[in-house]
């Protein structure tokens, strides 16, 4: 029996190697791609194929070097293969077929090239994979698809009421069914993103900040400028080498338009719960192009932003929407970050800052190798790259017990949630640990971007062990829909995501979940590097 056990926790052990391996040599490849080091990619996707004859994440990027290298004839064999194992209507095999598709036109087989356009475009897998078919349609004098949003509307109206929760909790069923009739009589002259907004403004009057019509992959163009909101405006936190004199200043206008008045015009498209989501989603939409054209704030490309300056002077300056001035490229930061600003990508840090015995640990996201593993969306291989949270919460728990530690702070203000569990089984252990649970020994970090599950959480340290929740309130309600799904409109490919379950943790229903201790942060903290929250606490 022992040796029966020993041979399967082997050829476990074997698989876990191999699979990581495997999920490695997919990024080395992708990456060699990138950067058109085509024969070292190559050389490489010969050898992975050898083991794994049917990934089509390889087969796609063979295909699109042989494509992009000119030997069309050879590509067609790996993206035919690509498209055949690819079971689901996934990116993959949209970017296959799309690539088919220029294979098949350098071939001179435009019957061909013609018809897996066509498929590629209604699939609607990605936006970029369907626009690259849209550009080849366009480009080759056919047609693109014609959408049916009609049909698409007919979907939406029947599909939401049923698959929400409680879609009428606040609109009644009555002004939906007459809001869709409005939307009817217009639908002739809207574009597929126009015809998503107006479906977006009905979603808004719903009142659930969990379902949405939008997504910023529709979007293309934004403003080089990164906002956030701090105690009394929206911010440039975050800005372009040519335009870095924004930095720091605050926006108090566009064109000819207030910021209160953008905000309620925004108010049509975002579910606001509370102002404080408001303001944390308008922040984001502010920088898209289609969303100020939509709202008729912007007639053009070109936009006169109206910022203050540090001397509290008026300052105006035109900013051009344009394709390349996403996240990645807003290069121009602080000098100084405080604490909770750094590693915004690791999902859960922790520093022992030894002069104050405190214990600070930052809790980004609700997501872990656990969760992942929980919910099924990856497999061990993939989960292995995820960190885990178990391991980490049992590190947490040994520094608490062998270091001289007065205080535990845990920062959530950043954390939009994800899945609760990670974060009570926290919350037990720190119960349980009779050093640390005791009034004014723990402390929970709450703010603007605390969001869902990461609510939840805050309120389960609130209710099961004495902590004090320092900050500012957060952009979501404690009581409101989520568990979020989603469903795809046949014509347009829109996906609507909406609510499937009501939570209720605070038997009060408040707006918003509020700190025990109110301390807001400046611009001037951000700027100098200052956390006038964690100063709060320790001292």
């Known amino acids: 029996m022992k040796k029966i056990i020993l041979t399967v926790l082997l050829i476990l052990f074997i698989d876990t190697i191999v699979l990581s391996k495997q999920t490695k040599d997919e990024e080395e490849i992708w990456e060699l791609y990138l950067d058109k080091k085509y024969f070292s990619a190559e050389e490489k996707i010969t050898k992975f194929l050898e083991y794994d004859p049917s990934n089509v994440f390889i087969l796609l990027i063979w295909g699109r070097i042989l494509v992009d290298t000119e030997k069309p004839y050879l590509a067609l064999s790996p993206l035919r293969k690509a498209v055949a194992f690819d079971k689901s209507e996934s990116w993959k095999k949209a970017w296959a077929l799309a690539y088919i598709g220029k294979a098949y036109l350098a071939l001179n087989r435009p019957d061909e090239a013609r018809e897996v356009l066509i498929l590629c475009y209604k699939m609607q897998a990605t936006v970029n994979s369907a626009n690259l078919a849209s550009e080849l349609l366009v480009e080759n004098g056919w047609e693109v698809p014609s959408q049916d949003l009609e049909k698409d509307l007919d979907y939406f109206k029947e599909k939401l009421p049923k698959k ?10 009555n002004s939906f069914f007459d809001e869709i009739e409005v939307l009817r009589s217009d639908i002739d002259s809207l574009t597929k993103l126009q015809f998503a907004f107006r479906l977006q403004q009905i979603i808004a009057k719903v009142g659930d900040s969990h379902s949405s019509s939008i997504s910023f992959k529709l979007m293309r163009k934004t403003f080089p400028i990164k906002l956030y909101w701090f105690k009394d405006g929206f911010y440039v936190v975050k800005t372009v080498i040519d335009h870095k004199e924004l930095l720091g200043k605050k926006l108090i206008g566009i064109n000819i338009h207030s910021v209160e ?23 984001k939409h502010i920088r898209y192009f289609d969303v100020l054209k939509f709202l008729n704030i912007a007639d053009s490309e070109e936009v006169e932003f109206i910022f203050l300056d540090f001397m509290k002077k008026s300052m105006k300056v035109t900013l051009k929407a344009s394709d390349d001035t996403g996240p990645e490229k807003l290069s121009i930061k602080p000098a100084v970050l405080s604490l909770p600003f750094k590693n915004p990508k690791n999902r859960f840090w922790f520093e022992y800052l030894e002069d104050n015995k405190v214990l600070y ?14 919910n099924g969306k990856v497999s061990k291989s993939q989960a292995s790259f995820i960190p885990s949270f178990n391991e980490f919460s049992d590190e947490v728990l040994r520094l608490i017990k062998t270091k001289d530690i007065e205080k535990v702070v845990v920062d959530m203000r950043h954390n939009q949630g994800g899945s609760t569990w990670p974060g009570e089984k926290l919350i037990t252990k720190l119960s349980k640990n009779e050093k640390i649970n005791q009034r004014g020994k723990l402390y929970i970090i709450i703010g603007q971007d605390t969001y869902s599950a990461a609510i939840r959480n805050a309120i389960s340290f609130k209710q099961k062990t004495k902590a004090i929740l320092v900050g500012e309130p957060t952009a979501g309600k404690p009581n409101r829909y989520g568990r979020t799904r989603s469903f795809v409109l046949p014509e347009s490919g829109l996906r609507i995501n909406y609510s499937t379950k009501y939570f209720s ?9 509020m700190p025990d201790i109110l301390v807001e942060t400046s611009i001037h903290d951000y700027m100098n590097g200052e956390d006038p929250v964690l100063s709060r606490i320790i001292n």
Do not use: Q, W
């Open 505 to 513: 943790p605070d038997p009060e229903d408040p707006t918003s979940l």
């Open 261 to 283: 008045n953008v905000l309620d015009r925004l108010k049509t498209i975002i579910p606001a719960e509370n102002e404080i989501i408001l303001r944390k989603r308008g922040a």
């Open 361 to 374: 640990v930052k809790y980004n996201e609700c997501m872990s190798r656990e969760t992942a593993l929980r």
């Open 164 to 173: 929400h929760s409680n879609l009428f909790f606040k609109l009644s069923e």
